[in-house]
């Protein structure tokens, strides 16, 4: 069996975080580890409260995991302060891990900054270079270009701007405009548009997270970039049209719906 771990924060509704990421990767048929970098209070309405875990614990945790059941895949997404995030960079280079998908979780949903311009920096220059692939949507990848993504030509610029200095792939989600739901790979100079079915559901919590983990259990199940790119987005698009209605705000996937045959 291929193994995948995530290391990202823990959503208490289940919704998002690390719960989305192991449903994800069990949905794939992959064994799923966590490495968790906070705790978070939170529902389909918000985030009410953070507990950040010490860098240092984190990195006991991957230290655990890449020394007993080691990884054939790694998903990282909510890491929020520069401690953590050096702490995962070091250790992702002390353990030579592959295939690295990296959610740069930056901007929320409502456009809220989720981390400070400080450790937006660290991720960066120390995390984003080690990854094979990056998942920003439309505002995150707006952070890391400089300039405001308005049509599908400003994501094809962007792409290019931001992937310039990483040796990954670039995937930006075009789910926030507004006339489309494509999304772009930029990898290796060359651009591949994933033209995306614009499904009527409002419960879209924890789509980002569910994407980059389906990415990453491709990627361990041995699939190349551009195919696990394709399957992991027909995987979240079946999600979507699932229509599974749970809390009193944006709610969640049923990330099941392959295994419960719905």
Same mark, same amino acid.
């Given at each position: ?9 823990? =959503?208490?509704?289940?919704? +998002? ?14 064994? +799923? ?6 705790? %978070? ?7 009410? =409260? ?48 592959? #295939? ?18 400080? +450790?937006?920096? %660290? ?62 790979? $930029? ?12 499904? =009527? ?16 259990? #491709?990627?361990?199940?041995?699939? =190349? ?9 027909? $995987?979240? %698009? ?25």
């Amino acid at each position: 069996m291929k193994k995948v771990v995530t290391i990202a924060g823990s =959503d208490s509704s289940g919704g +998002a975080g690390i719960q989305a990421d192991i449903k994800t990767m069990m949905a794939h048929g992959v064994f +799923a580890m966590s490495a968790i970098t906070a705790l %978070t209070a939170q529902n389909t309405t918000g985030v009410y =409260d953070v507990l950040e875990a010490t860098p240092e614990f984190v990195g006991e945790q991957i230290d655990c995991i890449f020394n007993d059941i080691r990884p054939d895949a790694v998903k990282i997404g909510m890491v929020s302060n520069i401690g953590i995030i050096e702490k995962i960079a070091e250790k992702l280079k002390e353990h030579q891990a592959e #295939n690295i998908v990296v959610d740069p979780v930056m901007v929320s949903t409502s456009g809220c900054a989720l981390m400070s311009p400080d +450790a937006q920096e %660290t991720l960066v220059t120390k995390l984003l270079p080690l990854a094979d692939i990056i998942t920003p949507n439309i505002p995150e990848a707006e952070c890391l270009c400089g300039f405001e993504i308005k049509s599908t030509e400003d994501m094809v610029r962007a792409a290019r701007m931001i992937g310039e200095n990483l040796k990954g792939g670039v995937l930006i989600k075009g789910g926030h405009l507004t006339e489309t739901a494509d999304d772009l790979l $930029y990898v290796n100079g060359e651009c591949i548009w994933y033209r995306g079915e614009r499904v =009527d559901n409002p419960n879209t919590h924890g789509t980002g997270c569910t994407l980059s983990s389906a990415i990453a259990s #491709n990627l361990a199940l041995g699939y =190349d970039m551009k195919t696990s790119v394709k399957n992991a987005k027909e $995987y979240i %698009t079946g999600a979507l049209k699932d229509g599974l209605d749970l809390g009193k705000g944006s709610g969640p996937l049923n990330h099941a719906y392959r295994i419960t045959g719905k």
